[in-house]
Every structure is written in C-alpha cells, then in structure tokens.
C-alpha cells in the first residue's frame, strides 16, 4: 500500500482553483498556509473563518447577510449562517464563466437520442416549468417528486422546484413501487412527475403499472405530470398534464424566493435495507457551500470543465453531479446501463462528451479490470484530467489498473461521504499526491477522526469514523422528527456530541485514510477487527469469482464464531474442494489466518441495493433467523430473488431439536 502513482505538477498552485483559494486567503485575509494539512486544520479549527471565507471567496448571492456565521458549534443543533436568505437554484443558475450559448447539461442515454442545453436554455426551461408549477399551486415548502431518470427534465424539475422555496425529492424509475411509496409516504407530495418508462441497454422497461400504484398510494397528490420517455408518441394518462403542459411558454420572469440557509432543499434517503428509508432533509446554504467547496477546491472544477458522473437520481451522487453549474462546469448526464454493450460504453461516453472529469464507483472500476479492458485503447481519454472513485473502497490494484490503462497523467480521487452529508469528507486534493489504495486527505471543514473501542482518537490504527465538528451539510434534521430522537439516534447516540457515520477507518500519519468497510458489518475473529473491503479485494482477485459476500455469525459464548463466504463463480464453474482450499490459502496468504472461512458456498448472485451495495447486513439477519421480508426492504434491491437462496441455507442450518 502506499506506492505513489501520481505527483502534483511543480505549477499547481498556478493551474488549480485551491491554489487561486490559497492566493485569495493570503490577499483578503493575510492568511499564509505552508501546505494542505496546514490549511485542513485552520479549516477544522476556525470552523467561523473557514466557511465564511468559502462563502465569500466563492461570492455567494444572498437576498439578506448573515448576522454571524456560527452560533452554536453543538451536535446536533449548529446553527449556521442565521439570518441569511438565498436560494440554491439562483446560485447554481450564475453558472459563472459560462456565456449564455455555452453548453452547460449534455445528455445522454439508451432511451433517446442525446438531449444538449445551453446555460440560456437551462435556465429558460427552469424558468417555464417553475411558471407551471405555480399555475399548479406550489408554493415555498410545498413536496415535488420526481419518479425520473437521470435526464434534463429531472434536472430543471429540481431547479424548479428549488426557486420556488419547494422541496425536491426523487427516486429513481428502477425502484420498485413498494420502495417509492416507504420513502413518499413520509413526506406526502403535492405534486408528482414521473415517466412512462426507460430503456436499459436494449430492454425496454415500461413503469406505467408502477405509476398508478404510486399514485393510488399518495394521498397527498394534487397533480400528477406524465414524460413521454419511452415512448414519446405515447398519451399521457388523461387525468395527467404532459410535460410539455407543465413547461408551456410564459412571460413570466425567472424569479427566486429567497429562503433561510437552512430552508429545505430536497429529502434524500437512506438505502433502506432494513426498515423505513430515513427521510434526510437537506438545506439549500448547506448544500450550496458544501457543493462549492467540493467541486471546486477539491475536485478542480470551473469553466473549462465537463463534469461525468455516472449515478442514478435515487442516488446522493446526481445530487452532487448537479451542482456543477454552481462553479461553472458543465454537466454530463447519463441514463441506462453502464455495460451496454460493453464495459466499454462509458469510456467511449467520456471521449464523446469530452469529458474531463470522469467518476464513477470502485465495483465498476474492478469489473472493467476484471474483463481485461484497456480503456485508452478503445477511447481517446485525453481530456480527462480527474478519475472520481465512490461507492465502495478501491484497492491497490484498481489503483494500478488505473495508471496503467486509463492515463497516468489524470489525478484519481478516491472518496467517501455519504447521503447524510451529501459529499464526501474524505477524498483527493489536486496538492497532494495519489498513493495506491489511499484516500488523499479528509476534506476541508471535515473534522474526521478514526476513534478506537474507548473513544479516544488513534493514528495508524484502525478505528470508528466519526466528525467531531459540525458541517454545514449535515442534515437539517429527518422529516416527520418534531424532537430530533430519529436524528441523534441515527448518529449521535455512541458519542455524544459527536457524529459517528459507521465506518471502520484508518488515517496514517499524514492524513492519508484507509476506508474497510461498515462497521455494522465487521468481522470480529479472536479479538481483531477485520473489515470486509480487503476480504473481497483477495476473493474477487481470483479470476473464478465474479462476486462475494462475508459475514461473521458471533458466538453468544464468547467463541471465535463463523466466518461464512458465499462465491459468485464465472459462468459455468462449479464450486468444488480445490477452489475452496485456492480461496482459502489465497485469504491466508495475503491477509492473515484469522480470514479464513470456516465455510465456502456458491451463490447465483450477492445482494445489492440500487447503487450497487453489498447488504452485508441483511444477509448477516437473515442468516440468523431473520425472516427475509423483515431483514430487508426488497424493492431497494437491484436483485431481490437474490435474497431466498441464504433464508433457504438458513433453514439447512438450523439445527432440529427432538
């Protein structure tokens, strides 16, 4: 681990917008910094200097100013920027350095040809359909919901909405009707627009059944929006308004309500694997700063920039792709599968577009590896400057992977984050180098530590992630939460007073950090804290498995318990003693004894959520007894069948007593 893959050029400070950032703190606020980790403690230190100088440095456009920039550093309950008034949609819409016929959303999908807007004609189509969401009754505060994929309508829906001082939230169209009303019903909509269906790769998916029963299960709604996506000679349901209605042409003039900083913006959810999905509620100040800050400081963004990630709309990543415009990017969207009709379909999608930042998830890096694809010899990748990884921890190798076929001149940022903060908090910086298997730095104004069994900060070694001061991105708080008990419960309750995300994390002595795995589903053997991230980096290494899935059965006695692997072999492998006995020395080898399975079996596919994670959790449930509808919600699943074959290796375990 560790071996350095990338190097800042000697001019960065020239050539990147941290750098400009560094020469403004110097020039405005007679503040010197020697390097990052200096500027990442003032960051963390002086929480009131920091993000008002991102405010200000970044010329937020506020309706009314602040009256002080923190008042209660407290968590939960910090209170940021109080008294200001601003609106989102206003400050992403500046797109600043951008002129009016420059294109600012390029889209593309497997449902139609590709879709350009220009910065006028973004905000001019956010203009119409905020002119027909008054005409339908929407006022500040008031629910719009978005049953769309990751295409313009669903962008200026947003937008939209926002301006209005509405709150945005969106699901995506895979999503099953059971997962959609779990997390709609909680925040009774008042208006609905959703398409007719999509196209995923060649397959068309037709979601009108799932509609109705979408409807028929909001109460709330008042009106209801039809998108002819699929297909586009299609009729809207008559007691629906067609898209082209809501965005009918108007003089009215694009205006913004100007809302408190922590207003809100849009409620996302937790994956709700288990239970009600937690409605998290996101404020328009926080999320603009974050995004800001991100973008911009970390991620090198501006004018010159188109801004790839690949993601769907029931996932935090489009919320933080869409922000772009905010620091002037340009945004590319895509909409359908990532592997029609080869792994290779985004890679050609990034030089098409001219993209130059390209992220997407560590699973999909690893499956490009895995097929022995050579991106820069099937794309010219040229242009792209950054590689965004998300979504899982990215080992060594896909690092290798990387630089030695997709460009060696590219910075790759691996991060973590989450819905709950809506960004990552650890992640690259274009100052620092890129070690192989390492997280650069914890991002500014992120106070993360790793703390160990009795609370206390460690260096070196492997600990609980947690934030020990307030960002302005954390929630508002969680719909439907008058006193705040779901929220501190959710992350407040281990510590109190400091956030606790859930994560095993280690930070190494200059800052760089080490994600393996969540902590809920650690693999706890003899004492040793192992986390899944480096288990399946050796198992999937084999080129037998295409797919697995760890989970550790404690013993209630104190006992080592048992450690379970279930494989997901190549097509037409069948599980047998030498693969097993290959596994096992392969575990042994590269990660210690205390990883070897005390049992192998084959599966047809591992669990995943809809944005392609492990539900080491759930399996771990319904391996213990757990019966499968209550271990997991099934309609956040991307392959929910997936499920029966561990209640079936359950019940086969279950020992009968006479």
Same mark, same amino acid.
């Given at each position: 681990?560790?071996?350095?893959?990338?190097?800042?050029?000697?001019?960065?400070?020239?050539?990147?917008?941290?750098?400009?950032?560094?020469?403004?703190?110097?020039?405005?606020?007679?503040?010197?910094?020697?390097?990052?980790?200096?500027?990442?403690?003032?960051?963390?230190?002086?929480?009131?200097?920091f993000?008002?100088?991102?405010?200000?440095?970044?010329e937020?456009?506020?309706?009314?100013?602040?009256?002080?920039?923190?008042?209660?550093?407290?968590?939960?309950?910090?209170?940021?920027?109080?008294?200001?008034?601003?609106?989102?949609?206003?400050?992403?819409?500046?797109?600043?350095?951008?002129?009016?016929?420059?294109?600012?959303?390029?889209?593309?999908?497997?449902?139609?040809?590709?879709?350009?807007?220009?910065?006028?004609?973004?905000?001019?189509?956010?203009?119409?359909?905020?002119?027909?969401?008054?005409?339908?009754?929407?006022?500040?505060?008031?629910?719009?919901a978005?049953?769309?994929?990751?295409?313009?309508?669903?962008?200026?829906?947003?937008?939209?909405?926002?301006?209005?001082?509405?709150?945005?939230?969106?699901?995506?169209?895979?999503?099953?009707?059971?997962?959609?009303?779990?997390?709609?019903?909680?925040?009774?909509p008042?208006?609905?627009?959703?398409?007719?269906?999509?196209?995923?790769?060649?397959?068309p998916?037709?979601?009108r059944?799932?509609?109705?029963?979408?409807?028929?299960?909001?109460?709330?709604?008042?009106?209801?929006?039809?998108?002819?996506?699929?297909?586009?000679?299609?009729?809207?349901?008559?007691?629906?308004?067609?898209?082209?209605?809501?965005?009918?042409?108007?003089?009215?003039?694009?205006?913004?309500?100007?809302?408190?900083?922590d207003?809100?913006?849009?409620?996302?959810?937790?994956?709700?694997?288990?239970g009600?999905?937690k409605?998290?509620?996101?404020?328009?100040?926080?999320?603009? /700063?974050?995004? %800001?800050?991100? &973008?911009?400081l970390?991620?090198?963004?501006? *004018? +010159?920039?188109? $801004?790839? !990630?690949?993601?769907?709309?029931?996932?935090?990543?489009?919320?933080?792709?869409?922000?772009?415009?905010?620091?002037?990017?340009?945004?590319?969207?895509?909409?359908?599968?990532?592997?029609?009709?080869?792994l290779?379909?985004?890679?050609?999608?990034?030089?098409?577009?001219?993209?130059?930042?390209?992220?997407?998830?560590?699973?999909?890096?690893?499956?490009?590896?895995?097929?022995?694809?050579?991106?820069?010899?099937?794309?010219? /990748?040229?242009? %792209?400057?950054? &590689?965004?990884?998300?979504?899982?921890?990215? *080992? +060594?190798?896909? $690092?290798? !992977?990387?630089?030695?076929?997709?460009?060696?001149?590219l910075?790759?940022?691996?991060?973590?984050?989450?819905?709950?903060?809506?960004?990552?908090?650890?992640?690259?910086?274009?100052?620092?180098?890129v070690?192989?298997?390492?997280?650069?730095?914890?991002?500014?104004?992120?106070?993360?530590?790793?703390?160990?069994?009795?609370?206390?900060?460690?260096?070196?070694?492997?600990?609980e992630?947690?934030?020990?001061?307030?960002?302005?991105?954390?929630?508002?708080?969680?719909?439907?939460?008058?006193?705040?008990?779901?929220?501190r419960?959710?992350?407040?309750?281990?510590?109190?007073?400091?956030?606790?995300?859930?994560?095993?994390?280690?930070?190494?002595?200059?800052?760089?950090?080490?994600?393996?795995?969540?902590?809920?589903?650690?693999?706890?053997?003899?004492?040793?804290?192992?986390?899944?991230?480096?288990?399946?980096?050796?198992?999937?290494?084999?080129?037998?498995?295409?797919?697995?899935?760890?989970?550790h059965?404690?013993?209630?006695?104190?006992?080592?318990?048992?450690?379970?692997?279930?494989?997901?072999?190549?097509?037409?492998?069948?599980?047998?003693?030498?693969?097993?006995?290959?596994?096992?020395?392969?575990?042994?080898?590269?990660?210690?004894?205390?990883?070897?399975?005390?049992?192998?079996?084959?599966?047809?596919?591992?669990?995943?959520?809809?944005?392609?994670?492990?539900?080491?959790?759930?399996?771990?449930?319904?391996?213990?007894?757990?019966?499968?509808?209550?271990?997991?919600?099934?309609?956040?699943?991307?392959?929910?069948?997936?499920?029966?074959?561990f209640?079936?290796?359950?019940?086969?375990?279950t020992?009968?007593?006479?």
């Open positions: 681990m560790g071996d350095v893959l990338w190097t800042p050029p000697a001019d960065i400070l020239q050539r990147s917008r941290i750098g400009n950032y560094l020469s403004w703190l110097r020039e405005h606020r007679g503040l010197d910094f020697a390097d990052y980790d200096a500027l990442w403690r003032w960051s963390v230190t002086d929480l009131d200097a993000w008002r100088s991102i405010w200000d440095h970044f937020v456009v506020a309706h009314t100013p602040p009256t002080a920039t923190l008042t209660d550093r407290g968590m939960p309950g910090a209170k940021w920027f109080p008294g200001a008034t601003l609106n989102y949609a206003e400050n992403v819409l500046r797109m600043p350095g951008r002129a009016d016929d420059d294109p600012v959303v390029i889209a593309h999908g497997q449902t139609r040809p590709p879709v350009t807007l220009t910065a006028a004609q973004l905000r001019d189509q956010v203009r119409r359909v905020a002119a027909g969401l008054r005409r339908l009754g929407v006022v500040a505060g008031d629910r719009v978005a049953y769309a994929p990751n295409i313009p309508e669903t962008y200026v829906l947003l937008l939209a909405t926002s301006s209005l001082g509405a709150i945005f939230s969106s699901c995506a169209p895979e999503f099953g009707t059971r997962s959609v009303t779990d997390r709609w019903q909680q925040i009774a008042k208006v609905l627009v959703a398409v007719d269906g999509y196209r995923y790769g060649d397959k998916v037709d979601r059944g799932e509609v109705a029963a979408i409807r028929a299960a909001l109460p709330s709604l008042e009106h209801t929006v039809g998108i002819a996506y699929l297909d586009p000679s299609g009729a809207t349901p008559s007691d629906a308004l067609s898209w082209a209605e809501l965005a009918a042409d108007t003089d009215e003039s694009l205006t913004f309500t100007p809302v408190a900083f207003h809100p913006l849009y409620v996302l959810y937790s994956s709700g694997t288990t009600l999905p409605p998290i509620v996101h404020g328009h100040g926080g999320i603009l /700063l974050e995004h %800001l800050k991100m &973008l911009a970390h991620h090198d963004l501006g *004018p +010159a920039d188109r $801004f790839l !990630w690949f993601t769907t709309t029931g996932w935090m990543m489009w919320n933080f792709l869409v922000s772009g415009p905010a620091v002037g990017a340009a945004i590319v969207l895509f909409d359908g599968n990532p592997g029609h009709p080869d290779g379909a985004l890679w050609r999608l990034a030089e098409e577009t001219g993209t130059t930042y390209f992220g997407t998830s560590a699973p999909f890096l690893l499956a490009c590896r895995k097929a022995g694809l050579v991106p820069a010899d099937i794309a010219d /990748l040229s242009a %792209l400057r950054g &590689l965004g990884s998300t979504g899982a921890p990215l *080992p +060594a190798e896909g $690092f290798a !992977w990387v630089y030695e076929t997709v460009g060696d001149r910075q790759l940022q691996s991060l973590s984050g989450g819905t709950d903060v809506c960004t990552g908090f650890v992640g690259g910086v274009p100052l620092l180098p070690h192989a298997g390492e997280i650069a730095c914890r991002a500014l104004g992120a106070k993360v530590e790793a703390r160990s069994a009795d609370g206390t900060p460690v260096i070196g070694e492997l600990g992630l947690v934030i020990t001061e307030p960002m302005p991105s954390m929630p508002v708080g969680f719909w439907n939460d008058a006193d705040g008990s779901r929220y419960e959710a992350y407040f309750d281990l510590y109190p007073g400091v956030w606790r995300h859930g994560d095993w994390i280690t930070i190494n002595s200059r800052g760089g950090c080490v994600i393996t795995g969540r902590s809920d589903a650690t693999l706890n053997r003899g004492g040793v804290r192992l986390g899944t991230a480096e288990f399946y980096s050796v198992v999937e290494g084999l080129a037998e498995v295409v797919d697995s899935v760890v989970v059965l404690e013993d209630d006695e104190g006992g080592a318990g048992e450690l379970l692997l279930f494989v997901v072999l190549a097509e037409g492998l069948e599980l047998d003693d030498e693969l097993r006995r290959t596994i096992c020395r392969e575990l042994r080898t590269a990660l210690s004894p205390r990883h070897v399975p005390d049992e192998i079996h084959q599966v047809r596919a591992v669990p995943r959520t809809l944005s392609a994670k492990k539900l080491e959790v759930p399996v771990k449930k319904i391996l213990t007894g757990t019966p499968v509808d209550s271990a997991a919600a099934k309609g956040a699943l991307a392959n929910p069948e997936s499920l029966a074959a209640a079936t290796f359950a019940q086969r375990r020992p009968t007593h006479p």
